[in-house]
């Protein structure tokens, strides 16, 4: 899996977008980029993936670069309810028997305030 | 409803008292996988299987076992606990590995005294 940064913390102000970003400069041309959120000490939540188009669902949007180095997870109206740590992981999206490993980083912890 | 149980939720235990953690899921996923959560380390993968029968190391294996008789179920056996594992669970399962989106429990705190 290629690996990703993404800053420890991020504020935002409720109501307005918070706009996440993420680095994958080593990203190969079969990894899909996934996000995840995980309030408090929840299981981690699915939110959105993508190739190389931009991707929006009732979550959020992603958006990524023409070169795929980069993305942004944007939740365009964030609440109070937001607040989160917010994983960026890259994984190829193919079955693959020897590829069983997941790892998922120290993410960003997102703190949405009034 | 879609989902993946883990029990017991909560559990306080001494060393050396061997426990077991359950999952279970009703998705019919082939990937099931056990991660392990410490404050300043985020999610670390224990072990995983990619089907029945058939289960594999993860980052932090040691002190840990598996199993996968049947598809729904990936019980994580603790043999002689001690204070090290000490940490937040989660089990996770996704259609047939971590390339897809994989579903998490709701965790299990574990304390070892």
Redesign the interface.
Known sequence: DAKTTQPPSMDCAEGRAANLPCNHSTISGNE?V?W?RQIH??????II?GLKNNETNEMASLIITEDRKSSTLILPHATLRDTAVY?CIV???????N?????????TTLTVKP | EAQVTQNPRYLITVTGKKLTVTCSQNMNHEYMSWYRQDPGLGLRQIYYSMNVEVTDKGDVPEGYKVSRKEKRNFPLILESPSPNQTSLYFCASSPWGPGETQYFGPGTRLLVL
């Open positions: 899909y996934y995840y000490s929840q299981g981690p939540q699915y993936h994983y994984r190829v999206k193919e079955f693959n028997t590829a069983g490993k997941s790892t998922f980083g120290d993410g």
